[in-house]
């Protein structure tokens, strides 16, 4: 079965960068999904980040201007996030995800989820 | 960006009671790409309904979703005790995807 593992330092400084990667196993980051960043704060709630194709295209959520980089590493099977000039409100916890492709009604939801990694923006 | 309203933000119910949860997006939801997530204390959200309608794998027929356009239902036809949590729904059908604020069903 496929897996999400989120991985990263869990204390960045205010103005600092976050740095999170997001191993695949069980599966090929190849595959025909792609693969998200999604975030969770109390005042915010869930808000999407971005995402990515195995070939390197992304889509990135305007709120975050130009805050937010992510890439992907097909050798090693994973993808990170890049969140540059981090504030307090970048503290929540970050999850990675993938949108599957459901052949029956099109689109691609988050079907899978890692189980998430809580940063904290703190000096 | 679309938003969407849930309500209620709370749904206090019994056991075997049915719960009906409803999300309401501010524009239409392109080809019905809504989704309903379940997600417990200190877990990652889970997939339950994609499609508007449609169970994802593993998820149990008690729980059904319906509606088109602007207005969606997630229905819990007789909760069980595993089935208190939030619930969020999401369209993915316009970028940025996003999440409604979530109901909590709780006992």
């Known amino acids: 079965q496929v897996q999400l593992q989120e991985s990263g330092p869990g204390l960045v400084r205010p103005s600092g960068t976050l740095s999170l990667t997001c191993a695949v196993s069980g599966g090929s980051i190849s595959s025909s999904s792609w693969w998200s960043w999604v975030r969770q704060s109390p005042g915010k709630g869930l808000e999407w980040i971005g995402d990515i194709f195995h070939n390197g295209r992304t889509n990135y959520n305007p709120s975050l201007k130009s805050q937010a980089t992510i890439s992907v590493d097909k050798s090693k099977n994973q993808f990170s996030l890049r969140l540059k000039s981090v504030t307090a409100a970048d503290t929540a916890v970050y999850f990675c995800a993938r949108e599957g492709y459901f052949y029956d009604s099109g689109g691609y939801p988050f079907d899978l989820w890692g189980q998430g990694t809580l940063v904290t923006v703190s000096s | 960006d679309i938003v969407l309203t849930q309500s209620p933000g709370t749904l206090s119910l019994s056991l075997g009671e049915r719960a009906t949860l409803s999300c309401r997006a501010s524009?239409?939801?392109?080809?019905?790409?809504l989704a309903w997530y379940q997600q417990k204390v200190g877990q990652a959200p889970r997939l339950l309904i994609y499609?508007?309608?449609s169970r994802a794998t593993g998820i149990p027929d008690r729980f059904s979703g319906s509606g088109s356009g602007t207005d969606f239902t997630l229905t819990i036809s007789r909760l069980e005790p595993e089935d208190f949590a939030v619930y969020y729904c999401?369209?993915?059908?316009?970028?940025?995807?996003?999440f409604g604020q979530g109901t909590k069903v709780e006992i």
């Open positions: 999401q369209q993915y059908g316009t970028s940025p995807r996003t």
């Open positions: 524009q239409s939801v392109s080809d019905n790409y």
């Open positions: 499609g508007a309608f």
